[in-house]
T-cell receptor
Framework: DAGVIQSPRHEVTEMGQEVTLRCKPI?????LFWYRQTMMRGLELLIY????????DSGMPEDRFSAKMPNASFSTLKIQPSEPRDSAVYFC??????????FGNGTRLTVT | GQQLNQSPQSMFIQEGEDVSMNCTSS?????WLWYKQDPGEGPVLLIA?????ELTSNGRLTAQFGITRKDSFLNISASIPSDVGIYFC????????????FGGGTRLMVKP
């Protein structure tokens, strides 16, 4: 099992630029989650999908953030335009129903 | 929203010592999970607890699901240097999709 795969591992960009983070969940998992981790706020749920449909996006900070899941094996989290306060580690996780989440290794985003 | 209070925030111990950390919640959960995060990686599941009062072991790790369903603890016996990392508790509700609410983490440092 390859686990949850995220890309890129590191992203450095300038304020105002568009950033796209990518995730491939574990095959067969029907839930996909995007979390953000910072020192100040810990792990925060941004959005989650069930069977490719967004279920709860109440954690998405603002309209600059958007997430899509066009099929069961791929999801993106986009920030446009990016700001320095978006700097964080973004994790994708997937799971089966009522089962523990499996996390990817994250994308460390730095916005200068 | 639900809050998880995890303590202690950090621990610095001598190799060979036992470690105990806990989480408390303002409301109940159906599942308690304990994760460990190593630097530059995503959280990895250590133990999952599904029933109130359940006591589960995984090697040197032991965790319990409190009978009130509002708390859980994790013990590590005979700590070794590779136990270093951040330990997170997480609560899951059956009627909230598969969302996890995370504690703030316990940073464990082990002195050889």
């Amino acid at each position: 099992d390859a686990g949850v795969i995220q890309s890129p591992r590191h992203e450095v960009t300038e304020m105002g630029q568009e950033v796209t983070l990518r995730c491939k969940p574990i095959s067969g998992h029907d839930y996909l989650f995007w979390y953000r981790q910072t020192m100040m706020r810990g792990l925060e749920l941004l959005i989650y999908f069930n069977n490719n449909v967004p279920i709860d996006d109440s954690g998405m900070p603002e309209d600059r953030f958007s997430a899509k899941m066009p099929n069961a094996s791929f999801s993106t989290l986009k920030i446009q335009p990016s700001e320095p306060r978006d700097s964080a580690v973004y994790f994708c996780a997937s799971s089966l129903v009522r089962s523990p989440l499996h996390f990817g290794n994250g994308t460390r985003l730095t916005v200068t | 929203g639900q809050q998880l209070n995890q303590s202690p925030q950090s621990m610095f111990i001598q190799e060979g010592e036992d470690v105990s950390m806990n989480c408390t919640s303002s409301s109940i959960f159906n599942t308690w999970l304990w994760y460990k995060q190593d630097p530059g990686e995503g959280p990895v599941l250590l133990i999952a607890l599904y029933k109130a009062g359940e006591l589960t072991s995984n090697g040197r790790l032991t965790a319990q699901f409190g009978i009130t369903r509002k708390d859980s603890f994790l013990n590590i016996s005979a700590s070794i240097p590779s136990d270093v990392g951040i330990y997170f508790c997480a609560g899951q509700l059956n009627n909230a999709g598969n969302m996890l609410t995370f504690g703030g983490g316990t940073r464990l440092m082990v002195k050889p």
